[in-house]
């Protein structure tokens, strides 16, 4: 089920620095990507997504950026908190799959003060 | 966004057991997933569960060991049969409302 790659796997940054996470896909018919974050004990929860018709998304610290021509796209988290530490997940499906959402391996986020 | 809610949160079950896990959403959704998720690791997708139709389900996965039931549009479950050790994870349900897709909190199982 890997067609999701998702770098890197942990990430520490200096409060009020930008994390980025950069993901990439193979299967073309992908058509709806979401970023997932996760803490400890809880489901995932929808952060933000993007469709390929779009190169940029942006809601609130965190923007989506989309390349279709490259098969990527990356989460940046301006002005990160300690709260933001998490487990995010990027994420892709298609229509022509039953949209089921299949899942990056995650990078584990360390926002330190 | 649908909220889910899925319980039992945290079950430990003897092996050769069977454990039901259930979600019910507050809204209808058309389809409902089934993942498993191992501590520290990402999600995989065990099945898509659809109302009036059997489950399908992904490779390594199989009807009989995880039986899904889709019994009306807000509602799902996942048991897990004839469980294992190895059978110890995580599992977690999501559903596609109007605002994405939502995830239950899932259900951390110990088999012992």
């Known amino acids: 089920q890997q067609q999701v790659k998702q770098s890197p796997q942990s990430l520490i940054v200096q409060k009020g620095g930008i994390s980025i996470i950069n993901c990439a896909y193979e299967n073309t018919a992908f058509d709806y990507f979401p970023w997932y974050q996760q803490f400890p004990g809880k489901g995932p929860a929808l952060l933000i997504a993007?469709?390929?018709?779009?190169s940029e998304k942006k809601e609130g610290r965190f923007t989506i950026s989309f390349n279709k021509s490259a098969k990527q796209f990356s989460l940046h988290i301006m002005d990160s908190q300690p709260g933001d530490s998490a487990t995010y997940f990027c994420?892709?499906?298609?229509?022509?799959?039953?949209?089921?959402?299949?899942f990056g391996p995650g990078t584990s986020l360390s926002v330190i003060p | 966004s649908a909220v889910i809610s899925q319980k039992p949160s945290r079950d430990i079950c003897q092996r050769g057991t069977s454990l039901t896990i259930q979600c019910q959403v507050d809204?209808?959704?058309?389809?409902m997933f089934w993942y498993r998720q191992q501590p520290g690791q990402s999600l995989t997708l065990i099945a898509t569960?659809?109302?009036?139709?059997?489950?399908?389900?992904e490779s390594g996965f199989v009807i009989d060991k995880f039986p899904i039931s889709r019994p009306n549009l807000t509602f799902s479950t996942l048991t897990v049969s004839n469980m294992s050790p190895e059978d110890s994870s995580i599992y977690l349900c999501?559903?596609?409302?109007?605002?994405?897709?939502?995830f239950g909190s899932g259900t951390r199982l110990t088999v012992v």
């Open positions: 809204s209808q959704v058309t389809m």
């Open positions: 569960a659809n109302q009036g139709s059997e489950a399908t389900y």
């Open positions: 993007i469709r390929p018709d779009v």
């Open positions: 999501s559903g596609q409302g109007s605002g994405g897709y939502t």
């Open positions: 994420a892709a499906s298609s229509k022509t799959s039953y949209d089921k959402v299949i």
